[in-house]
């Protein structure tokens, strides 16, 4: 009897993530026949901007990008249109992952600017860009190495993966994103300086009217006195390795926070989630395997076009409450498991199992172990219906 309500509990699962997934797959094709791979593009690159607000290098990458977007959209050859819809799609994924890396989208970005500039199809890397003695407006090397040669008055000097060097006269900014800038003897620039991912060297005779500002390696070797030693790297390592273990211990704290309020508001779908994990953990793990592939994909698919996003976004924080809910039956679970626990509260069982998943993950299969913590415990939540059905003794 058991097995039979369980079969079709699952069937109607997979009935409803298929019906969403067709539904998704409809919105996205009507979606991509009504929206211009242009426009996609440019809102995705401001879309970037917004999410990494104060990074510089992804503002200044939008905003080439823009430009380049709106330059091609002139001529409208298909290999630009399947250079912007690629970066759209990619870039719209970024946008829905939990842990948004700057660099990732610099890289969306640049790779986008190349693309476009290159008329959206691929070629060879690029020789240096001299930019010619007389007046001009702007310079913009992507992937090149760039020159404003001595005589030369521009308004703005950027290169991208490449290095800017400065002979002449910069109205305005002169900013490398991932490479470094050179002011030579008689080189004037009016407005800021600017290195993202590279150092700025300014030789004597050489003039700067705003500010000079290095974001780099070399700033953080001048900011850190035991960096410029032999062991730098190894510092600089450890360091990371320090900030990611704070960074993980306080998510840790801050779930463990969220699983207390779990277990105090609603103690009764807690232990019913937990009893379902007891006696249906095979059974348990299939279903939440289930789950996560199912609204994770339509809620890819819904977040292809602008329309289906808030549908996506409502689908993603179900899915973080009840993954929630199973992590903190299964933090429960493994409080109640470990030896000495006599006298130990289910409060105190919670804290504790969440301290052996927080040090679980720093284990070399950690991710691995983690993933069949949530699954088990997110399909404990699925076959109790939310914790609200005891399973049957």
């Known amino acids: 009897m058991r097995t039979r309500k369980t079969l079709k509990l699952i069937g109607l699962a997979l009935v409803v993530a298929t019906i969403g997934l067709a539904g998704a797959i409809a919105l996205a094709q009507s979606g991509g026949e009504a929206d211009s791979a242009r426009a996609r593009a440019s809102r995705a690159a401001q879309a970037l901007a917004d999410a990494h607000q104060g990074n510089r290098a992804v503002a200044v990458l939008a905003e080439m990008a823009v430009r380049e ?34 660099a990732e989208a610099q890289q969306l970005l640049a790779t986008l600017v190349q693309g476009l500039r290159r008329g959206g199809g691929s070629a060879a890397a690029p020789g240096p860009m001299p930019v010619p003695a007389g007046d001009t407006n702007e310079v913009v090397g992507v992937g090149r190495d760039v020159v404003v040669a001595a005589g030369t008055t521009v308004d703005k000097a950027s ?68 960096a410029t030693s032999p062991r730098a790297a190894h510092g600089l390592g450890v360091l990371h390795w320090i900030g ?83 992590v903190t039956g299964v933090s429960c679970l493994v409080g109640e498991a470990l030896p000495g626990k006599a006298g130990r509260t289910a409060m105190r069982c919670l804290v504790i199992g969440f301290v052996v998943l927080t040090v679980v993950s720093f284990l070399p299969f950690g991710s691995l172990l983690i993933l069949l913590a949530v699954s088990i415990g997110l399909g404990a939540v699925v076959l109790s219906r939310v914790g609200g059905l005891s399973p049957a003794a």
């Open 244 to 326: 990611e273990t704070i960074k993980t211990v306080g998510m840790a704290i801050v779930l463990t926070l969220l699983g207390i309020v779990i277990a105090a508001l609603w103690p009764a779908r807690v232990r019913n989630v937990i009893s379902t994990m007891k006696r249906r953990p095979g059974m348990s793990v299939l279903a939440g395997v289930l789950a996560l592939l199912a609204t994770v994909t339509a809620s890819l698919l819904l977040g292809i076009t602008f329309i289906g996003i808030p549908i996506s976004v409502a689908l993603l924080i179900a899915l973080g409450c009840a993954v929630m809910l199973g």
């Open 69 to 102: 977007i709106d330059r091609a959209g002139e001529e409208r050859p298909e290999a630009v249109d399947a250079t912007c819809l690629a970066f759209a799609t990619n870039a719209e994924e970024h946008l829905l992952t939990e842990n948004k890396s700057p």
């Open 159 to 226: 290169a991208v993966w490449g290095d800017l060097t400065v002979r002449g006269h910069v109205l305005g900014d002169a900013v490398a994103v991932m490479g470094d800038v050179t002011l030579e003897p008689g080189a004037r620039v009016d407005g800021d300086v600017v290195s993202i991912g590279g150092r700025v060297d300014v030789s004597n005779g050489a003039w700067i009217g705003g500010d000079r500002t290095q974001l780099g390696p070399g700033a953080i070797t001048r900011a850190m006195p035991f």
